[in-house]
């Protein structure tokens, strides 16, 4: 019980150009989702918080509009990077939260290569 | 706000050894603690999570941790080290109310044969 799955799991894109990571709950339902950011060797950086039917609330530093976020469905939440450039390559990791728990359960990640 | 250390990037640990992580965090109210643990290109993995019940928490693979209040602390430990621990282990906290989680550094565990 309580997997996540994310898709893609691997994309090149070219700069310029969006694009759209999905976060899915296969066997729950998430009232909450986070996505985070880490780079090779580090820890995990949250970047926003993802709440279903309402609008996602981003941690300081993050750009809002460069990284839209929508959870229209309990089960569903995606992560649209536009207009992505080189500095954006990173590996994207979403969590979706047990309604009712603490606990958070991680997708594999989707590692996003900017040419 | 809540925070998390945990020192020495590297741990190096013989197999069969005694495996010991340390967690230390900073929290304004009880705490929620969190052992994930990463392999290389992957998501993080539950371990085991300490909610406020027992202070000795056991999670998968032979894991645990003793949620020390005194100390701050959140210690992981295994008694016998396996090549397959080979891992990323991240200690993560949250507080009642809030949904986010802090991470620490991370310990890159490297099980020598």
């Known amino acids: 019980g309580a997997v996540v799955s994310q898709h893609p799991s691997w994309v090149i894109c070219k700069s310029g150009t969006s694009v759209k990571i999905e976060c899915r709950s296969l066997?729950?339902?998430?009232?909450?989702m986070f996505w985070y950011r880490q780079f090779p060797k580090q820890s995990l950086m949250l970047m926003a918080t993802?709440?279903?039917?309402?609008?996602?609330?981003?941690e300081q530093g993050v750009e809002k509009d460069k990284f839209l976020i929508n959870h229209a469905s309990l089960t569903l939440s995606t992560l649209t990077v536009t207009s992505a450039h080189p500095e954006d390559s990173s590996f994207y990791i979403c969590?979706?939260?047990?309604?009712?728990?603490?606990?958070?359960?991680f997708g594999p990640g989707t590692r996003l290569l900017v040419l | 706000a809540q925070s998390v250390t945990q020192l020495g990037s590297h741990v190096s640990v013989s197999e069969g050894a005694l495996v010991l992580l340390r967690c230390n965090y900073s929290?304004?109210?009880?705490?929620?603690l969190f052992w994930y643990v990463q392999y290389p290109n992957q998501g993080l993995q539950l371990l085991l999570k300490?909610?406020?019940?027992?202070?000795l928490v056991k999670g998968i693979n032979g894991f645990e941790a003793e949620f020390k209040k005194s100390e701050t602390s959140f210690h992981l430990t295994k008694p016998s080290a396996h090549m397959s621990d080979a891992a990323e282990y991240f200690c993560?906290?949250?507080?009642?109310?809030?949904?986010?989680?802090?991470f620490g550094k991370g310990n890159q565990v490297v099980v020598i044969p």
């Open positions: 929290s304004s109210v009880p705490p929620y």
């Open positions: 969590s979706a939260r047990v309604t009712g728990t603490e606990t958070q359960y």
């Open positions: 300490y909610t406020s019940a027992a202070t």
């Open positions: 993802s709440n279903e039917g309402s609008k996602a609330t981003y």
């Open positions: 993560a906290v949250s507080e009642k109310g809030n949904n986010r989680l802090a």
């Open positions: 066997d729950f339902q998430a009232t909450t």
